[in-house]
């Protein structure tokens, strides 16, 4: 599984209360990526990181931040959690040879915004 | 823009007759083409790829797909189904600037396999 790991697993919250995701790899890999799944929608990229403090946009980035301190590490910040966050989190890194743009996924975390 | 249509949102199959999930693609060049398995409360497992070498991929578990560029599509077929072969399916293409690596996900199939 790529040597990746997701913090917490499973979380329930409640709405306007911050909430920090985190995703671990030990493989120093240079991109890594946070996504939500959602029903009929697969998956959408929030957020991705191609090195230490470079990170940039994906197509649902509102109401998500992302810090990338060290290369083994990439949080998922939600400021002020809201309902339509409620998801399940995959956190990928790039993997494979240049030029190929396989990801591999960690096993996910499963939020809950009440 | 580049895209990706999974055909069907939901395919049933009984054990042991083919698999066919299909899936076509947009893409204003040669795309970097995928498909993964996600089985109940898992992660995301990579199927196969397709990257500009050999038409036909194999995969794990028995899987393949062609990839048809006149036809835009990169179905992904398998003989002979098994219970374990049970779960939801997506079709990916790689993004417009390959540098980032993003991934274009499609809407996924489920698979379900009867005894």
């Known amino acids: 599984d790529a040597g990746i790991t997701q913090s917490p697993r499973h979380k329930v919250t409640e709405t306007g209360t911050p909430v920090t995701l985190r995703c671990h790899q030990t493989?120093?890999?240079?991109?890594m990526y946070w996504y939500r799944q959602d029903p009929g929608h697969g998956l959408r990229l929030i957020h991705y990181?191609?090195?230490?403090?470079?990170?940039d946009k994906g197509e649902v980035s509102d109401g998500y931040s992302v810090s990338r301190s060290k290369t083994e590490d990439f949080l998922l910040t939600l400021e002020s959690a809201t309902s339509s966050q409620t998801s399940v989190y995959f956190c990928?890194?790039?993997?494979?040879?240049?030029?190929?743009?396989?990801?591999?996924f960690g096993p996910g975390t499963r939020l809950t915004v009440l | 823009a580049q895209s990706v249509t999974q055909l069907d949102s939901h395919v049933s199959v009984s054990e042991g007759t083919p698999v066919l999930l299909r899936c076509n693609y947009s893409s204003s060049y040669s795309p970097s083409l995928f498909w993964y398995v996600q089985h109940p409360n898992k992660g995301l497992q990579l199927l196969l790829k397709?990257?500009?070498?050999?038409?036909l991929v194999k995969g794990i578990n028995g899987f393949e797909a062609e990839f048809k560029k006149s036809e835009t599509s990169f179905h992904l077929t398998k003989p002979s189904a098994h219970m374990s072969d049970a779960a939801e399916y997506f079709c990916v293409v790689s993004g417009i600037s390959s540098n980032t690596g993003k991934l274009i996900f499609g809407q996924g199939t489920t698979l379900q396999v009867k005894p």
């Open positions: 990181s191609y090195g230490v403090k470079d990170t």
């Open positions: 990928a890194i790039r993997g494979g040879l240049a030029g190929v743009n396989e990801q591999f």
């Open positions: 493989e120093n890999h240079r991109y």
């Open positions: 397709y990257t500009s070498a050999a038409t």
